[in-house]
């Protein structure tokens, strides 16, 4: 049993140049989320979805977009990087009757020069 | 707004009790949460109260006083495998969580 795979695990990127980020789940959950994970601070949320072709906005999604065209998989893009998009990016999964049980992935480290 | 603090970092001996605090401030509530974190990791799910009091579960119990904005995690027998960050979030009126920064907990032999 997977759990919810990510990848890459590492990427570095130039100023303006995109990626995509890609997130897979294998435990049939209804939510997925994109956060992201800075020094001295809590773990912010980019995006969300509460299902397959639904995504949302959270507290961080300026510079970032989200796919969710199947329901195993988040994808997230940056489509003109900047140096404050250097972190941390994890992807995370719930079942929707216990949403606050969320499944992480292994995190991707993210640096753009 | 919301606002969750936890102290930044906390040193512990083997095999002693620790107690890491976590308070928080919020317009709505709709639990509060402990995650488990291993450098270069992942979170991992510890403990969820929405109710006062203390729910325990092996050597981690985790307690809850909402009228105080106020939890704890207590950790009991400490092993060096314990050597990780433990997050705090809070579920707010509309189903989102948000994190503390977390305290970074060193065990010494």
């Known amino acids: 049993n997977a759990g919810v795979t990510q990848t890459p695990k590492f990427r570095v990127l130039k100023t303006g140049q995109s990626m995509t980020l890609l997130c897979a789940q294998d435990?049939?959950?209804?939510?997925m989320y994109w956060y992201r994970q800075d020094p001295g601070m809590g773990l912010r949320l980019i995006h969300y979805?509460?299902?397959?072709?639904?995504?949302a906005k959270g507290e961080v999604p300026d510079g970032y977009n989200v796919s969710r065209l199947k329901k195993q998989n988040f994808l997230l893009g940056l489509e003109s990087a900047a140096p404050s998009q250097t972190s941390v990016y994890f992807c995370?999964?719930?079942?929707?009757?216990?949403?606050?049980?969320?499944?992480f992935g292994s995190g991707t480290q993210l640096s753009v020069l | 707004g919301q606002n969750i603090d936890q102290p930044t970092e906390m040193t512990a001996t083997e095999g002693a009790i620790v107690q890491i605090n976590c308070t928080y401030q919020?317009?709505?509530?709709?639990?509060l949460f402990w995650y488990q974190q291993h450098a270069g990791e992942a979170p991992t799910f510890l403990s969820y109260?929405?109710l006062d009091g203390l729910e325990e579960k092996g050597r981690f119990s985790s307690f809850l006083s909402r009228s105080k904005g106020y939890s704890y995690l207590l950790l009991k027998e400490l092993q060096m495998k314990d050597s990780a960050s433990y997050l705090c979030?809070?579920?707010?009126?509309?189903?989102?969580?948000?994190w503390g920064a977390g305290t970074k907990l060193i065990i010494k032999p």
């Open positions: 995370a999964s719930s079942h929707g009757e216990e949403a606050e049980k969320l499944f």
């Open positions: 435990m049939n959950h209804e939510y």
């Open positions: 979805s509460v299902g397959e072709g639904t995504t």
């Open positions: 919020t317009s709505g509530f709709n639990g």
């Open positions: 109260n929405v």
């Open positions: 979030a809070l579920m707010d009126s509309n189903y989102q969580l948000i």
